[in-house]
């Protein structure tokens, strides 16, 4: 059975910082690439950063460059999402996502076989 657990949001201030976790299964892991979406009320599901889990190869949308990082544990099968400088625009969902099928875009929401639960990131002004 396939699980995303992810963990670590939470309420801040601008300009404060937060760390997501992503653990899950080593065979889910091994499937080889892993996203971080986010999603605000009304809005859609956006792309925020992805990850090869055999590369460490990353991808970080424009709209958090500089300011997110993704990275991995390969002993802990868990990626991790490092933000910075938080805005209030950064308020929403986060979902870890895995299972991406092979030729489709890293931010495409319908690549992705597997969902986790979701973390709730506050951003306050």
Request: charged content about 15%; hydrophobic content about 30%; overall charge positive.
């Amino acid at each position: 059975q396939v699980q995303l657990v992810e963990s670590g949001g939470g309420s801040v201030q601008t300009g404060g910082s937060l760390r997501l976790s992503c653990a899950t299964t080593a065979y889910t892991y091994r499937s080889g690439y892993m996203g971080w979406f986010r999603q605000a009320p009304g809005k859609e599901r956006e792309g925020v950063a992805g990850i090869y889990t055999n590369s460490g190869i990353t991808t970080i949308a424009n709209s958090v460059k500089g300011r997110f990082t993704i990275s991995r544990d390969n002993a802990k099968n868990t990626v991790y999402l490092q933000m910075n400088s938080l805005k209030p625009e950064d308020t929403a969902m986060y979902y870890c996502a895995a299972g991406r099928r092979s030729g489709r875009s890293w931010s495409e929401v319908s690549a992705y076989n597997y969902w986790g639960q979701g973390t709730q990131v506050t951003v306050s002004s």
